[in-house]
């Protein structure tokens, strides 16, 4: 049984929730073409860190570059999620990893996964949630550590109209200020007691992507 699945080949950008995502695309794109050895995309909860990402990896490939997607609940046997549509490309210049925060929770289990990010020759462009939650294990996780504290970052925030335009997009006519992402405003439209099915139609006509 799946925590979730992730379908890489239906992101579109032009239906992306409001700009936010489309910039950090951008950015990093462009520092991929710059040779950048480490990338950050940083962003609350349900804000569309895996979009980004999965985004990225489509634009790249695009450019005929190669690139390779590591789900870090995954390789660390923490969390089931099943990939649609998904491959990594031999060679790979770019290394995406999704949910590196993973590592900080188990860092005596990660320690190989670690040396694999540290030891990869190419480009690595890394979602991390706010805030990072840091173990104990200090003397294990420091050269991750420094290596994400070298990298340029970049942040995914929403303007109020952007939330307001996909809540009423989904059947919600109002967005609380607590609702900072498109990913809250789901969540809450699951709590009003909307179907499973209604939410996946949707997701799942080409105008809304999360």
């Known amino acids: 049984m799946y925590d979730y699945v992730i379908n890489c080949g239906r992101i579109n950008e032009d239906s992306l929730v409001g700009s936010s995502i489309k910039e950090v695309i951008n950015w990093a794109v462009s520092k991929v073409m ?15 860190k895996t979009t ?17 997607y590591v789900n870090t609940y995954n390789e660390l046997g923490l969390r089931s999620v099943k990939f649609v549509d998904c491959h990594n490309d031999p060679g790979a210049r770019v290394l995406l990893i999704d949910d590196i925060d993973a590592v900080f929770t188990v860092p005596r ?6 040396n694999k990010v540290l030891e990869f020759n190419g480009t690595v ?5 706010i805030p990072l939650l ?11 550590i420094k290596f994400l504290h070298s990298a340029q970052r970049v942040f995914i925030e929403y303007r109020d109209e952007d939330l307001r335009v996909f809540a009423q997009r989904i059947g919600i006519n109002y967005v609380r200020p607590a609702m900072k992402t498109p990913g809250m405003v789901l969540r809450n439209f699951r709590k009003m007691g909307n179907s499973e099915s209604t939410i996946n ?3 799942n006509d080409n105008d809304v992507v999360l």
């Open 109 to 114: 289990m990660a320690q190989g996964f670690i």
């Open 34 to 48: 710059g040779n950048e050895r480490a990338l950050v995309i940083m962003g609350e909860s349900g804000s569309g």
């Open 201 to 203: 139609n949707v997701l």
């Open 52 to 68: 980004a990402l999965l985004a990225i990896m489509n634009r790249l490939r695009r450019l005929r570059i190669p690139v390779a």
């Open 134 to 144: 840091v173990g104990n294990d200090l003397e294990i996780l420091e050269p991750l």
């Open 125 to 129: 462009i890394t979602t991390l949630t």
